[in-house]
């Protein structure tokens, strides 16, 4: 057995961070993937893993738990994203107002939330909060993991391929966003 540490350090991970500075590291998920982006690719990552018949997922209620998650999961980033907005610092609303007005206006329109009501976008903590009650920490990174596995492995062909080639960065940035609800859950 070796008894050195290795010297090296190793760069900390986006969802290693999120717990100390959950603000920050949301600013770092939403910039490597827009709302709208996170939102598609969930939805192809579930068509996928309910469409594999070599997963976790060729069990009925583990579809049906699946598809409750990815619900949930989907009102939880826009919550975020409305966080992430509310706490942008303004060098980067600069970067957004430096864009061609249609540019600009496109992207705030495909970024808008869709399943959040009036009261939910003003004050976003609530379904953060609800969330954090309905799965555990523990449930929600092992449900993460579970459905990474079902994309990763399915043999069939999907119109709309899940995009391999940010498949462990996509994962990481989901799991961030969950370190991120549970640590504002916390500090709330």
Known sequence: MNKHKQSNQKPVRLPEKAARKPLSSLREAFKSFQLDELKKEL?????????????????????????????????????????????????????????????????????????????????????????????????????????LEAVITYDGKYPKAVCREYLLIFYECLLCLIECAFALAEKD
């Open 43 to 147: 939805k192809r990552w579930l068509y996928v893993a309910i469409s594999n018949n070599n997963s976790v997922y060729e069990d009925d209620q583990e579809r049906r738990n699946l598809i409750r998650f990815r619900k949930e999961f989907r009102k939880l980033l826009e919550s975020l994203s409305v966080i992430n907005k509310a706490h942008r610092p303004k060098k980067e609303m600069d970067w957004l107002t430096r864009m061609a007005p249609e540019l600009r206006t496109e992207i705030e329109k495909r970024n808008q939330p869709t399943t959040l009501n009036k009261e939910q976008l003003a004050d976003p903590m609530p379904v953060v909060k609800r969330f954090c009650s309905r799965f555990t920490r523990q449930y929600a990174i092992r449900e993460m993991r579970d459905w």
